[in-house]
């Protein structure tokens, strides 16, 4: 509390402190002295810059050397290791007043020591572990008619708060406390000041007036009047010239004043109060004349604490800075109470003044004013000031010499670059007196509101552009209206400055990234998810939508939902489930944007997905060879496309069809003679080895990642048939007989058959070969197919060879120059070299290709016959004729019997 007349705690609760609820040190220091320049002594210099401030800006507070009063009413202070803790680290406490506060289970209610001429009444101790703790104190704990409530009190005689110290009249009951209604000071009137020639002159009535008397009205909403009565007021008597004598001395000495005892309202007193400072040591240094520099300040109380001043001393004024050209005035202003008018004036031959107001400036805490447009030459000028109360100041009269005014016209654009997040400042600068500023210091101030600067900077003369410019930085900046000022000053020193307004509006939408689509390819309703992020982290998020295929108008997209759940941030993670119910089979683009809280739609995102409900496609199934014999490999191959990938392809080896010989995976990876790895065409090879002979079906069955399958029945086939490599090495040599079975096939070189009787003029390309068929019902005629490894020319022969016959020619089936031909052979009889039908043919022959100028022979003939088999031959043909000669006597009978004709 120290430089405060009267320091109060009223109406407050200090509770549960580990130390002390209210901490009381040092309370008598109120002893401010005054500044020389509130004091009105001391050489001030001025000149044309700054002048020293410091001293010139006084306290508002000006206290004697007497300590003041200190009141603690009204609290709740509970629970604190010490409830009230008063100590000094020097003199002694003084006018110390605990009155009407509750003190409740403290560890120590009150702890008190160097403290006097105090008062501690009307309070409740209760349940303190130690009520007071004191030590060195001059203290009361009662008033003349009433003390504090004990918790412990017993009820009878005097209270021993501690060691020889009592309460007289210590209370029975609990003091009803209740916070105090009056929370406003009194106000202070001065009604009258004069000086007098008075009895308090230890010289009597000598003729000078040298005591001051005052007249002052107090008024307030409470009475000034309690018990215990103590000063509602302090007078301190200021007399400046005191302070400057070679002894010394106080310019400083304070009175307290009390109430009248007779009022008419409690409330509202009349005091008239009459010095004897002056009276008693003011003569013994300085003259009369001097004592009308002493004033007076009035500080009044009321019983609660709440303190207010009024004083009969003018203002101080302390010149701060002027400057020439146009005048600039800057004064610092100080008055006890509070100052209503301070005026510059000034004039041009030093007798006829003008006047203008001086605007106080909050940063400076100066009064400042500014004359445009004077003419060159000298100007004089002084500062006056009036306080509230009409008191009235002047300043001395000070000269300058005022140039030619330089006038700098400051011209100002300022724009924001949003995406850049930069503020481009340009200025162009005219000077009356100079011309256009290129050199000197240019310095820009971005302001938020008219005082707060928010950026700031040098800026930079552009020679190529003419202008004054500079970047500043915006990322940190919010949205909203900002002013852009730039002082200039040019080399000549010469200053002037401009103003413009910008606006930082967010004007650019939220960029959406990391589209994804899960799964994709999809032939389910897939999963959108994207991240929208206001571009720069200024606006939060608050839609975020697609399209599919086709763009449509912002705001009409299927819409996106936060993954949180609420849009509330400026990235915003968004997600969102494809219908494809209506969408066609293939690919897809999907197109994300998203808006900011400013309305700002963002530019689209795109990302495909595949839409695959199909299987796949399955095409150009080949098996190589196509005819083959038992033993041999069968490459399958197939090509393959689907929109999703394949997960797997396999051939069905089915003989007959829908019975599998085998299921074989196929690949497209170049290594399971399907081609290129990833052309498309997968592949694999069957090791025929114990396959039966006959034609096998091939089935291909594919799936994709996605589980869609596709099937091919059929798709190709081959022939699995008893084959030999023939004897002259042109290839392989199939032998299909449409009934029973192809055994023992060899191929027979034909330099290992006789040459007699061997036909002429004809070649066996592929040689001969060596079969027979078993499996025959007897007598049975089977056709054979023969495959041959290349063609060969109409009009081929299949001559056959057999011990002991010879060579003989066997009719042809099929002739018509390809690779294939037939036979027919009949068991027991043509072509069966056993000779027997028992159901087995054996054979030996091959195809011949006659010369050009052969002469065929008869199908069947032979050049030479053995004599068992002309025998045969002419029993045949006689067996013959008699069986044809049989019929036709038979129907002869039969048409006769008949009555046919």
């Known amino acids: 509390f120290r430089n405060t007349p009267i320091s109060t705690v009223l109406n ?16 008598n220091s109120w002893s401010t002295m005054p500044p020389s320049a509130l004091l009105g002594y001391g050489t001030v210099s001025v000149t044309s810059t700054d002048l020293p401030r410091g001293d010139y800006l006084p306290s508002n507070v000006v206290g004697g050397w007497n300590g003041r009063r200190t009141l603690i009413t009204h609290n709740r202070i509970q629970g604190n290791g010490e409830g009230i803790s008063i100590s000094c680290s020097g003199y002694f406490n003084e006018e110390v007043r605990i009155l009407n506060n509750t003190i409740q289970a403290n560890g120590v209610g009150i702890n008190v020591n160097d403290t006097s001429t105090s008062t501690v009444a009307g309070n409740n101790f209760i349940d303190n572990t130690v009520q007071v703790k004191a030590s060195n104190i001059d203290i009361d704990f009662n008033t003349t008619d009433y003390g504090n409530y004990w918790s412990d009190y017993t009820g009878s005689g005097a209270y021993q708060v501690c060691d020889s110290i009592y309460d007289y009249h210590p209370l029975t009951e609990p003091n009803t406390i209740s916070d105090a209604p009056d929370t406003t000071p009194p106000s202070v009137f001065i009604l009258n000041e004069s000086w007098m020639d008075d009895e308090w002159d230890p010289d009597g009535s000598d003729g000078i007036n040298d005591v001051l008397r005052l007249t002052v009205r107090l008024e307030d909403d409470s009475s000034f009047y309690v018990n215990p009565q103590y000063e509602v007021g302090i007078v301190n008597l200021i007399y400046p010239a005191l302070a400057e004598l070679e002894d010394g001395g106080s310019p400083v000495c304070g009175y307290d004043i009390f109430p009248p005892e007779v009022y008419e309202q409690p409330n509202n007193v009349t005091i008239d109060f009459v010095t004897d400072f002056f009276a008693y040591w003011v003569p013994n240094y300085l003259n009369e004349t001097t004592l009308q520099q002493a004033h007076a300040d009035v500080y009044a109380s009321d019983i609660y604490g709440h303190w207010s001043r009024n004083e009969t001393e003018p203002p101080h004024i302390t010149l701060v800075k002027y400057r020439s050209g146009s005048l600039y005035v800057e004064a610092a202003v100080f008055d006890q109470s509070n100052v209503a008018e301070v005026t510059l004036h000034y004039s041009t031959d030093g007798k006829n003044y003008q006047s203008v107001p001086m605007t106080y400036n909050e940063e400076t805490e100066t009064y400042e004013a500014t004359v445009q447009n004077t003419d060159s030459g000298t100007l004089w000028f002084y500062i006056s000031a009036t306080d509230v109360y009409g008191s009235y100041s002047e300043s001395p009269v000070y000269t300058v010499e005022v140039e030619e005014e330089a006038v700098v016209s400051v011209s100002v654009s300022a724009s924001w670059n949003e995406a850049a997040e930069q503020l481009i400042i340009t200025a162009t600068a005219v000077c009356s007196v100079c011309g256009e500023v290129t050199s000197g210091s240019v310095r820009y101030e971005v302001y938020e509101m008219p005082d707060w600067i928010v950026l700031g900077g040098d800026m930079t003369y552009n020679a190529s552009s003419a202008r004054w410019e500079a970047t500043a930085d915006t990322t940190d900046l919010p949205l909203g209206d900002y002013s852009v000022v730039v002082y200039v000053t040019d080399a000549s020193g010469h200053i002037g400055e401009g103003e413009t307004g910008v606006t930082l509006w967010d004007t650019i939408g939220p960029v959406v990234s990391n589209v994804q689509i899960t799964p994709n390819p999809t032939n389910v309703n897939p999963t959108l998810t994207a991240q929208a992020t206001d571009y720069n982290h200024r606006s939060n998020i608050m839609m975020a939508e697609y399209f599919i295929d086709e763009i449509g108008d912002s705001g009409t997209g299927i819409g996106l939902s936060p993954v949180d759940e609420e849009f509330d941030e400026t990235s915003e993670s968004v997600t969102g489930t494809i219908d494809i119910s209506g969408l066609d ?53 197939v090509n393959v496309v689907d929109a999703s990938g394949i997960q797997s392809v396999r051939a069905y080896i089915q003989c007959p069809d829908e019975v599998d010989r085998a299921v074989i995976d196929l690949y497209d990876d170049g290594g399971h003679n399907d081609g290129e790895a990833g052309d498309g065409v997968y592949g694999n090879t069957w090791d025929s080895s114990g396959a039966d002979v006959g034609v096998y079906y091939v089935d291909i069955e594919a799936e994709d990642i996605l589980g869609n399958t596709a099937e091919l029945e059929n798709a190709v086939s081959f022939t699995i048939e008893q084959g030999v490599e023939t004897s002259t090495g042109t290839g392989t040599a199939y032998f299909e007989p449409e009934s029973g079975s192809i055994e023992d096939l060899t191929a027979v070189d034909e330099s290992t058959l006789p040459t007699e009787g061997k036909p002429e003029d004809v070649e066996f390309p592929h040689g001969l070969f060596s079969f027979t068929i078993t499996g025959l019902t007897p007598g049975q005629t089977v056709t054979v197919t023969i495959t041959l490894p290349s063609d060969v020319p109409v009009g081929t022969q299949y001559w056959k060879y057999h011990t002991p016959e010879g060579w003989y020619q066997i009719p042809m089936g099929d002739d018509d120059g390809d690779n294939v031909i037939t036979i027919e052979l009949t068991d027991g009889g043509l072509g069966d070299d056993d000779g027997e039908a028992n159901g087995v043919i054996v054979d030996a022959g091959g195809p011949a290709i006659p010369s050009p100028t052969a002469t065929p022979p008869p199908v069947g003939g032979v050049v030479t016959y053995p004599a068992e088999l002309k025998a045969l031959l002419t029993y045949c043909i006689l067996a013959l004729l008699s069986a044809a000669l049989g019929i036709l006597l038979l129907k002869k009978l039969y048409t006769q019997k008949a009555g046919i004709p």
């Open 12 to 27: 407050s609760d200090a509770s549960n402190n580990a130390y002390s609820g209210i901490l009381l040190r040092d309370v």
């Open 585 to 637: 089979d293939g690919v897809h683009t999907v197109y994300v944007h998203a808006r900011d809280e400013s309305g700002n739609w963002g530019d689209f995102q795109s990302q495909t997905f595949t839409v695959d409900r199909t299987g796949p496609s399955l095409f150009d199934v080949q098996a190589t060879p196509n005819l083959g014999k038992p033993g041999d490999h069968f490459t399958i191959t």
